[in-house]
């Protein structure tokens, strides 16, 4: 048999729904939605906060280390985080030099005209450069 909810447990569900899973109040207080499963602002912290050190320590386990203070456990962190974000900017194909030259030179020479036609005529100039050299 369904469980018939009280008007003020549904008014309590659709708050906490429209409030993003923070209980009646607001911005943490009351708690959350136990129905959606959703954390208060307090819980959701705490989850994070056991999150960071779990990725932490499993850090310094495969750096050989078990003491992890809070100071290590930043660096630790920031050093992760540094590895991921730095990528190789990839190399600049010599076409694509030469019509910027061309186009920089074309800017000079005719600021008024529009960038597309410069861009093709940039284009042309290359192509002809291209198979007068050979390449």
């Given at each position: 048999m369904?469980?018939h909810?009280?008007?003020?447990?549904v008014?309590?569900?659709?708050?906490?729904?429209?409030?993003?899973?923070?209980?009646?109040?607001?911005?943490?207080?009351?708690?959350?939605?136990?129905?959606?499963?959703?954390?208060?602002?307090?819980?959701?912290?705490?989850?994070?906060?056991?999150?960071?050190?779990?990725?932490?320590?499993?850090?310094?386990?495969?750096?050989?280390s078990?003491?992890?203070?809070r100071?290590?456990?930043i660096?630790?962190?920031?050093?992760?985080?540094?590895?991921?974000?730095k990528?190789?900017k990839?190399?600049?194909?010599?076409?694509?030099?030469?019509?910027?030259?061309?186009?920089?030179?074309?800017?000079?020479?005719?600021?008024?005209?529009?960038?597309?036609?410069?861009?093709?005529?940039?284009?042309?100039l290359?192509?002809?450069k291209?198979?007068?050299?050979?390449?």
């Amino acid at each position: 048999m369904p469980r018939h909810f009280s008007e003020s447990e549904v008014l309590d569900l659709i708050i906490g729904i429209i409030l993003g899973g923070r209980g009646p109040g607001g911005a943490g207080a009351g708690g959350g939605n136990p129905f959606l499963d959703i954390p208060t602002l307090g819980g959701a912290i705490d989850q994070d906060r056991a999150r960071l050190q779990e990725a932490a320590r499993q850090i310094h386990q495969a750096q050989g280390s078990s003491d992890y203070a809070r100071g290590d456990l930043i660096r630790a962190l920031q050093g992760e985080m540094e590895k991921t974000q730095k990528k190789k900017k990839p190399k600049v194909g010599r076409y694509q030099r030469e019509v910027g030259k061309a186009l920089k030179q074309l800017k000079k020479k005719h600021p008024r005209t529009a960038q597309a036609g410069l861009m093709k005529k940039a284009h042309r100039l290359v192509k002809a450069k291209r198979k007068r050299e050979g390449w």
